[in-house]
């Protein structure tokens, strides 16, 4: 197998990849229902890609794709994203605060989502979710594609946005009369959903979307690499959804339906390392809690110091090793594009060093004991 030569990168390369929580801009306008009473303060942030906003004001922090967006929504305690349906996978990360996400043709089945829980929420089905708790809330959204299509509205919550003058157009950009935007015409807009195919949109149970929900008390952090037995590595994963970085054979994803982008938890102790690697696929860090040194090049001779609810984008082909900074518990959420199982390439010095302390990779990428494992080559 051969592999693209190793991207270099500047420092200046480097820190535009890191977008910092004072970076993350709101929009308030961004859905048909901004001026619903109970929806009117929601925010949408636009984070890597433009998502699924409707709003020409939306900001986007990197426009770069990366084969799926990411973006976030911050909300009042109270306050309701309204039911609506995605095209592509739309997952929810909720960071902080409580949230019940509701589903189904009227928002009939639901599920109380705490901080570190994971829902992926199946296309084509109406969902929404209102913050619960006392606070302000704030959900990460990792959503499948390039291009998700926008959304298609409840058709109880398009009538009613049109008593406000707001409007759908069929390219996903809202229209508000109030502004002085014309009156559109109806096979200009998105109408509200006949009857009938609301009635046949397909139902999930909440039996059947527990098989779609990560939960914090649930994760397995196992360690992950050809380096756990190293000095002040070890660190551990904890998949989510799809085939990602881990090379621990025991570990399995729970969600296994195609995302465009597989999920995983990273956590590392304080001063663990992740010793140098090389990845194919573009790879998106979101530090949930503590703060990560990230190392960028061979000779790791660029680093950039990621502080938590920060977003970074590493490129493909970019050298990158990780520390852990201070005295607390690192974790991070680790999005990697493609439904591909992921091959981390460790360098030939950490394989060598790996060997010596009895591991090594077997043919299928995987830790083993390296006494076991046969020098094969077909003959020739």
């Given at each position: 197998?051969?592999h693209p030569e190793?991207?270099e990168?500047?420092?200046k390369q480097a820190d535009?990849?890191?977008v910092?929580?004072?970076?993350?801009t709101?929009c308030?306008?961004?859905?048909?229902?901004?001026?619903?009473p109970?929806?009117?303060?929601?925010e949408?942030y636009?984070i890597?890609g433009?998502?699924?906003s409707s709003s020409?004001d939306q900001?986007v922090?990197?426009p770069?794709?990366?084969?799926?967006?990411?973006?976030a929504?911050?909300?009042p305690?109270g306050i309701?994203?309204?039911?609506?349906?995605?095209?592509?996978?739309?997952?929810?990360?909720?960071?902080?605060?409580?949230f019940t996400f509701q589903w189904?043709?009227?928002g009939?089945?639901?599920?109380?989502?705490?901080?570190?829980?994971?829902?992926?929420?199946?296309t084509?089905i109406?969902?929404?979710f209102?913050?619960?708790g006392t606070d302000?809330?704030?959900?990460?959204?990792i959503?499948?594609?390039?291009n998700?299509?926008?959304v298609?509205?409840?058709?109880?919550?398009?009538?009613?946005?049109a008593?406000?003058?707001?409007?759908?157009?069929k390219?996903?950009?809202?229209i508000?009369t109030s502004?002085g935007?014309?009156v559109?015409a109806?096979?200009e807009t998105?109408l509200?959903m006949?009857a009938?195919?609301?009635?046949?949109i397909?139902?999930i149970s909440p039996?059947e979307m527990?098989?779609h929900?990560v939960?914090?008390?649930?994760r397995?952090?196992r360690p992950?690499?050809i380096?756990?037995?190293?000095?002040n590595?070890?660190?551990?994963?904890?998949?989510i959804?799809?085939?990602?970085?881990?090379q621990?054979?025991?570990h399995?994803?729970?969600?296994t339906?195609p995302h465009?982008?597989?999920m995983?938890?990273?956590?590392m102790?304080?001063?663990?390392?992740?010793?140098?690697f090389?990845?194919?696929?573009k790879?998106?860090?979101i530090?949930?809690h503590g703060?990560?040194r990230?190392?960028?090049?061979?000779?790791?001779d660029?680093?950039?110091?990621l502080?938590?609810?920060e977003?970074y984008?590493?490129p493909a082909?970019?050298?990158?090793s990780?520390?852990?900074l201070g005295?607390?518990v690192?974790?991070v959420?680790v999005?990697?594009?493609?439904?591909h199982?992921k091959?981390?390439r460790f360098?030939?010095?950490v394989?060598?060093?790996a060997?010596?302390?009895g591991?090594?990779?077997?043919?299928?990428?995987?830790v083993?004991?390296?006494?076991?494992?046969?020098n094969?080559g077909?003959?020739?």
């Open positions: 197998m051969t190793t991207l990168l500047t420092q535009v990849r890191r910092k929580r004072s970076d993350y709101s308030t306008v961004a859905f048909i229902d901004c001026k619903k109970g929806s009117h303060l929601k949408n636009s890597i433009p998502g699924v020409k900001v922090n990197l770069e794709p990366h084969g799926f967006n990411v973006g929504a911050a909300m305690g309701t994203n309204n039911l609506h349906i995605h095209f592509t996978a739309e997952v929810f990360v909720v960071q902080k605060g409580s189904g043709a009227h009939e089945h639901s599920f109380e989502a705490l901080e570190g829980d994971v829902l992926s929420v199946p084509w109406f969902r929404g209102t913050n619960t302000d809330g704030w959900i990460f959204t959503l499948g594609g390039d998700t299509g926008g298609i509205f409840h058709p109880d919550i398009i009538t009613e946005a008593e406000y003058g707001l409007y759908i157009s390219n996903n950009t809202l508000d502004k935007d014309p559109p109806e096979d998105i509200p006949p009938k195919d609301l009635a046949a397909r139902d039996s527990t098989k929900i939960a914090e008390a649930d397995d952090f992950a690499f380096d756990a037995e190293l000095p590595c070890g660190v551990e994963i904890a998949p959804l799809g085939y990602g970085i881990t621990n054979r025991d399995n994803p729970k969600i339906n465009t982008f597989s995983e938890w990273l956590r102790q304080a001063g663990q390392t992740i010793s140098p090389v990845l194919d696929e790879m998106v860090l530090i949930r703060t990560v990230l190392y960028l090049n061979e000779g790791g660029v680093y950039v110091d502080n938590a609810w977003t984008s590493i082909g970019a050298v990158r990780f520390q852990c005295d607390d690192s974790e959420l999005v990697v594009a493609g439904d199982r091959w981390p360098q030939p010095g394989l060598d060093a060997k010596k302390a591991k090594a990779l077997d043919a299928g990428g995987f083993a004991k390296a006494s076991l494992l046969p094969y077909l003959g020739g």
